[in-house]
């Protein structure tokens, strides 16, 4: 328990110290008026509560990814706890606080663009295409997994093509209307019933009758029932509790709604830091009701390895009816959440890179149309396999966001060291994992050769990264756009 408490207090910590280091470092300025006024259309632009814009980056970047990421990775060990600290504070909050400060600056310019802008016009198209695919993804699953589980407790003449109908019509609802509407005003909800359930399981887990031993004693060696080496295959697994790059494609929307750029930190950076609390509740909270992780491991071969039926195990046993509700929520409106807001953010990529205004809703119909097509067109395909690429493509994803914020801050004579270091980490993660991963996740390589192609990867990177910047800093490399 004290493990617990000391990694509680130093990931809150980390906000207030290391979120004002690196706050420091990247200079935001309160004098500068933010796209939220200089843009303002009332569609997509337009200031918004702070405590508002908090709660809906919180829940934009959040849905189920620090509760069943962290549950699935704390089979991994102790390690667990270490990466969800560590990896919040110096990785996954930073990451998302400057990308989105970076956004700010930018005309709330979204994620391909930012990060084809930083790194060339060849890695902007990749980008595009990418990050593209990626929200149409997030959003055609968003719709099939939730549909399922409210038809299993809704009479049979209420089946599952009717709620996909249901929840399809919601998500081409909450792309095309103006941000303030159906997002604006659902999202807070939603958002505060998140903490308000991490909190409750934090109460019990502090001041009920479970043990928590998290046993760092033993060293920090893999626990996973199928023997899986810790690196690189819990950094993959813990993603969202971590760090993600699929927060990067959500900032930009909260960056259009900012009333100042000194909100930056406590949106951003505090959004992560708060995900992060999240995953660590729900990593012990995994532990201290089923007794220990190899109870863990035993109870996830019984059920499926279904992460849904410990959760809501854990909140109707600790919270009682009102814990099944908020189990409800978790496992169906978490997910709509991460869906209705990947398919808007496929909208801004589509129509940034296209340079198409979106203040009417027949421009943003002519945008979101084929959007809407391609979604459907992909829930109808079995994702069995597909889906199981979508936790390396997101770290792949969180791999380019690095490194494009760490040549903006090496352009503008910065300390880049803190996001430098995170890049080249991620790096090797990302290449060891789809290299190691068995077929048809990976390539099924054995350890030593996976891991040391992504050193090998990450140094390539680094020595491109220098000579990248010289050329830059040299004036033999001549760049469209700043901010």
Known sequence: MISFVIALIVLIGGYFIYGAIVEKIFGTDSTRKTPAYTMRDDVDYMPLPTWKVFLIQFLNIAGLGPIFGAIMGVMFGPAAFIWIVVGTIFAGAVHDFISGAISLRARGMSLPEIVGNELGSGIKQVMRVFSLLLMILVGAVFVSQPADL??????????????????????????????????????????????????????????????????????LQSHHPKGLPIFPMMFVSIACGAISGFHATQSPMMARCLKNEKLARPIFYGAM??????????????????????QLASYMAEHNNSAGVLVNDISMSWLGTFGGILALFGVVAAPITSGDTALRSARLIAADFLHYNQSSIAKRLIISVPIFAAAFGIMMIDFSVLWRYFAWCNQTLAVFTLWAITVYLARHKKAYIITLIPAMFMTVVSVSYILFAPTPEGFGLSYPIAVGSGITVAIVLLGLFFNYINRINNGKLKREFDY
């Open 150 to 219: 409210i038809a299993s407790m809704t009479p049979e003449s209420l089946d599952r093509i009717f709620w996909v109908v249901v929840i399809f019509v919601y998500y081409m609802l909450a792309t095309v209307l103006p941000i303030d509407k159906l997002i604006g005003n659902f999202y807070p909800i939603f958002g505060f019933a998140l903490l308000f359930m991490a909190v409750g399981i934090l109460g019990v887990i502090i001041f009920g009758d479970y043990t928590l031993n998290i046993d760092f004693t033993q060293g």
């Open 273 to 294: 830091v708060a995900e992060g609390i999240v995953a660590l509740i729900w990593a012990a909270a995994a532990i201290a009701f089923t007794g220990g992780y190899e």
